[in-house]
């Protein structure tokens, strides 16, 4: 297999552009979300799925397994009925392997997403034709709501 003979500064020239608008996206969305890593929950609805987190963690540490059933909230309900358990499973399993507290690893999942969601608003946009002013502006609109 023969691959394509590309020099540093042809390489450099094709993805200068892009370079420099993930750079101000990531940027901006670690200005906006960095409260995020100096509070104990993020503010709203938080503190709820926080329990989730808390309550998955909880049953792991106790049972050995989780369970789908939440017995604390509305008098008991499925865990996992209204909100996709991926965030949940990560934040408890990211809990065994940091030497974080439970809350830290739940705030350092939500910065990651903050920071991974116009990144992907961006890819998203060029993949619909719009021009990179165009995709920059959705992207930075999209970090800071």
């Not at 909100?83 to 939500?110: C, D, E, G, K």
């Not at 998203?124 to 999209?142: N, W």
């Amino acid at each position: 297999m023969i691959l394509p003979n590309y020099s540093p500064r042809k390489l450099f020239k094709k993805y200068y552009p892009n370079l420099v608008i993930f750079s101000l996206l990531i940027l901006i969305s670690i200005l906006i979300a960095s409260p995020l890593l100096h509070r104990f929950l993020p503010r709203s609805d938080g503190p709820s799925h926080f329990f989730k987190v808390w309550l998955l963690r909880y049953e792991l540490d106790n049972y050995g397994k989780a369970f789908d059933w939440n017995p604390f909230w509305y008098g008991g309900h499925p865990l996992f009925r209204f909100y996709p358990p991926m965030t949940y499973w990560m934040t408890a399993a990211l809990s065994y392997i940091l030497p974080l507290q439970l809350y830290q690893v739940f705030n350092l999942i939500i910065f990651i997403s903050y920071i991974i969601l116009p990144l992907s608003t961006y890819y998203l946009a060029r993949t619909l034709k719009l021009s990179k002013i165009s995709s920059f502006i959705t992207s930075a609109l999209v970090a800071i709501s």
